[in-house]
């Protein structure tokens, strides 16, 4: 039994990492090609890893796309997840934000002067 969920954390693990790499296309298609486990992927948190190494911990793939205000990929997914879900990752999202700040505006804002 142990096994198995370690087997699901890294394919969590795995689609977060997708979502945060902005890699839409095989995100989708993972979605697409596992119904069964569609729910779990979305609503579960993993570990993702962005391509210049920064980490999130403790995220859904909803909540980083969302942070990371890539719309093209939260309309994705949102068209997979139940409104009520949205709503609910988005009030956890915004209530305790992310070890790298509430949203990226926090970033944006020290780039303008």
């Given amino acids: 039994m142990e096994f198995s969920r370690l087997l699901m954390q890294r394919k969590i693990d795995h689609f977060v990492t997708l979502v945060a ?3 839409q296309e095989a995100a989708e298609a993972i979605l ?6 569609r729910d779990l992927l979305l ?3 993993g570990r993702a890893e962005e ?21 093209h990929m939260w309309e994705m997914l ?18 305790k934000g992310t070890t790298h700040g509430p949203t990226a505006t926090a970033f944006l804002d020290n780039l303008i002067v």
Avoid at 51 to 71: K, N, P
């Fill in 78 to 95: 949102s068209d997979y997840l139940p409104p009520e879900k949205q709503a609910e990752q988005l009030k956890e999202l915004d209530g």
């Fill in 43 to 45: 609503c579960s948190k």
């Fill in 32 to 37: 697409k090609s596992d119904p069964r486990s």
């Fill in 21 to 23: 790499k902005g890699e």
């Fill in 51 to 71: 391509h210049c190494g920064r980490v999130f911990e403790q995220i859904t793939a909803f909540q980083y796309a969302c942070w990371a205000l890539d719309w």
